[in-house]
């Protein structure tokens, strides 16, 4: 396979996954569900269980959208995803046989694995949890762009303390349907 056919691949599958945690931590549903193929996909979040995207979407809204007390977010979460491993399947027939010198046609399937750190503040009950995991996922090109097809996640360790005296701020929460992904063009 091109290198620069590659890379680009690559790079667009980067910027995917960025934008899905960018959408987690702006309680952006609209732009979480975007990250993922039209109709079909599986969505395996361990302890939240297995199911659709479209699924996954209602619990997410059900999780990020919780209202505090106060009033304000009840969950303010971070998601630090990093070390990748990303594997581009070769093109299947346009532009040559799959992984021929030269090969120039765009690759169209292709599996990565990330390591998350993941950080969230419930504000009901005053704790703050960190924990660790590996995504395995399976990534697709849909109408031109780079979505996943199957996001499967497996928890690692964690740890959940409470925030007793801790003062916890936030700006003011506005969703903006879409913004985590718009102009996204891979």
Same mark, same amino acid.
């Given at each position: 396979?091109?290198?620069?056919?590659?890379?680009?691949?690559?790079?667009?599958?980067?910027?995917?996954?960025?934008?899905?945690?960018?959408?987690?931590?702006?309680?952006?549903?609209?732009? #979480?569900?975007?990250? /993922?193929?039209?109709?079909?996909?599986?969505?395996? /979040?361990?302890?939240?269980?297995?199911?659709? &995207?479209?699924?996954?979407?209602?619990? /997410?809204?059900?999780? =990020?959208?919780?209202?505090?007390?106060?009033?304000? &977010?009840?969950?303010?979460?971070?998601?630090?995803? #990093?070390?990748?491993?990303?594997?581009? $399947? &070769? =093109?299947?027939?346009?532009?040559?046989?799959?992984?021929?010198?030269? @090969?120039?046609?765009?690759?169209?399937? =292709?599996?990565?694995?990330?390591?998350?750190?993941?950080?969230?503040?419930?504000?009901?009950?005053?704790?703050?949890?960190?924990? @660790?995991?590996?995504?395995?996922?399976?990534?697709?090109?849909?109408?031109?762009?780079?979505?996943?097809?199957?996001?499967? /996640? @497996?928890?690692?360790?964690?740890? @959940?303390?409470?925030?007793?005296?801790?003062?916890?701020?936030?700006?003011?929460?506005?969703?903006? &349907?879409?913004?985590?992904?718009?102009? =996204? $063009?891979?």
């Amino acid at each position: 396979m091109d290198y620069e056919v590659e890379a680009r691949a690559r790079v667009a599958i980067e910027q995917l996954k960025y934008r899905y945690w960018r959408a987690c931590d702006a309680k952006d549903p609209r732009g #979480f569900r975007e990250c /993922f193929v039209s109709s079909g996909g599986v969505v395996d /979040f361990g302890p939240l269980g297995r199911t659709d &995207p479209d699924t996954m979407v209602g619990i /997410f809204e059900q999780i =990020a959208l919780a209202t505090a007390a106060d009033g304000g &977010p009840r969950i303010l979460d971070m998601h630090h995803g #990093f070390m990748p491993s990303i594997t581009i $399947e &070769p =093109a299947g027939s346009h532009g040559g046989a799959p992984g021929e010198p030269g @090969t120039t046609a765009e690759p169209t399937r =292709a599996t990565g694995t990330w390591t998350l750190q993941f950080r969230q503040i419930d504000r009901d009950k005053g704790t703050e949890t960190l924990s @660790t995991g590996e995504y395995s996922d399976v990534y697709v090109v849909e109408n031109g762009r780079w979505v996943m097809a199957e996001c499967l /996640f @497996t928890p690692g360790w964690s740890v @959940t303390r409470e925030l007793t005296g801790a003062t916890v701020t936030y700006p003011e929460v506005t969703t903006t &349907p879409g913004a985590a992904t718009e102009g =996204a $063009e891979s």
